[in-house]
């Protein structure tokens, strides 16, 4: 049972490439989360989707987009790569039982140059 | 909108010691999370509150909901060395249904 799956782990990108990071979770969840974390700052949420064909926003969406492409993938995507977007990238998913109960992925670092 | 402070930032213990971390918010949550961050990990949930005045224990770990819904608590009692990571609190609203977290704390322990 692989639960949360995030590919790559690592990336190294130049100022303006864009790049996608993908997520995927076995677990039948309805809701999935993207979120950076940086230091000091914890954990601050990007872009979600309560449910397959939604997506919102979070506190820090801007330089990013989403696409819930079915109830298992969820992903991000960056147009034009800044420095301010180095970070660690964590997916997570949430089912209808358990309220508020998050399983994370491992995470992605990301490096812009 | 929605904040949580969390502290301490940083403890530096010794192995044995018990540790308290909290969590204070400007709105209210009716959910209380606390997970913990293993480096080169995804957070892991530890405990999970869901009533005003909760206290749940798991193992070496209890951790409270504050009566007046804004705060929580974590202790962890007779610490090892396997116990250093970040540890995060996160709060859910039910208004909003996001996790917000808190910035978290980053535990140390010295054998």
């Known amino acids: 049972n692989a639960g949360v799956t995030q590919t790559p782990k690592f990336q190294v990108l130049k100022t303006g490439q864009s790049m996608t990071l993908q997520c995927a979770q076995d677990m039948n969840h309805n809701s999935m989360y993207w979120y950076r974390q940086d230091p000091g700052m914890g954990l601050r949420l990007i872009y979600y989707s309560a449910s397959e064909g939604t997506t919102d926003k979070g506190e820090v969406p801007n330089g990013y987009n989403v696409s819930r492409l079915n109830k298992r993938e969820f992903s991000l995507r960056l147009e034009s790569a800044a420095p301010s977007q180095t970070s660690v990238y964590f997916c997570?998913?949430?089912?209808?039982?358990?309220?508020?109960?998050?399983?994370f992925g491992e995470g992605s670092r990301l490096t812009v140059l | 909108g929605q904040q949580l402070n969390q502290s301490p930032q940083s403890m530096f213990i010794q192995e044995g010691e018990d540790v308290s971390m909290n969590c204070t918010s400007s709105s209210i949550f009716n959910t209380w999370l606390w997970y913990k961050q293993d480096p080169g990990e995804g957070p892991v949930l530890l405990i999970a509150l869901y009533k005003a005045g909760e206290l749940t224990s798991n193992g070496r770990l209890t951790a409270q909901f504050g009566i007046t819904r804004k705060d929580s608590f974590l202790n962890i009692s007779a610490s090892i060395p396997s116990d250093v990571g970040i540890y995060f609190c996160?709060?859910?609203?039910?208004?909003?249904?996001?996790?917000?977290f808190g910035q978290g704390t980053t535990l140390q322990v010295k054998p």
């Open positions: 997570a998913s949430k089912g209808l039982a358990g309220l508020g109960e998050l399983f």
């Open positions: 996160a709060g859910s609203s039910s208004n909003t249904g996001k996790l917000i």
